[in-house]
């Protein structure tokens, strides 16, 4: 037995949070709403493709966890830096971007409406001011 991948991840909290959250992952990260079985309560599926790698569940009652909880982020591997960074300005989103040499990656973290830090993570893609692949 053995883990294949992360499967998704869930945001639970009130409805103006889910609202927030749908447009921010629709404009930011390009995922797009689809079906969702009726479990009984309000959400939303956001896919990539075939895949609803972001669930949402409304829950008025829910609030924001206590600063000193031990998540951190959820990454995501990308392809097309350059795109992600224009829609991050676009949107006024402000985010960190470093090239990790010994990874071979540019790694870029931001938070989403709900406070939940977001890594996406580019093998082999730099911007300007960043160290290339292949460079010390």
């Given amino acids: 037995m053995h883990i294949t991948r992360l499967d998704h991840y869930n945001i639970r909290a009130p409805q103006a949070v889910i609202d927030a959250v749908v447009v921010f992952y629709r404009e930011v990260l390009a995922l797009t709403p689809g079906p969702r079985p009726d479990f009984g309560i309000p959400g939303v599926w956001l896919y990539q493709g075939a895949y609803p790698i972001v669930h949402l569940t409304v829950d008025e009652a829910a609030v924001a966890p206590a600063e000193n909880t031990h998540f951190n982020h959820v990454a995501f591997r990308c392809v097309g830096l350059k795109t992600y960074l224009d829609r991050l300005a676009a949107r006024r989103v402000a985010y960190t971007a470093a090239y990790i040499s010994e990874l071979e990656m540019t790694q870029v973290f931001f938070f989403d409406p709900?406070?939940?830090?977001?890594?996406?993570?580019?093998?082999?893609?730099?911007?300007?001011?960043?160290?290339?692949?292949?460079?010390?």
């Fill in 114 to 136: 709900a406070g939940i830090q977001i890594e996406l993570d580019f093998l082999n893609e730099t911007t300007d001011g960043m160290t290339p692949p292949g460079v010390s």
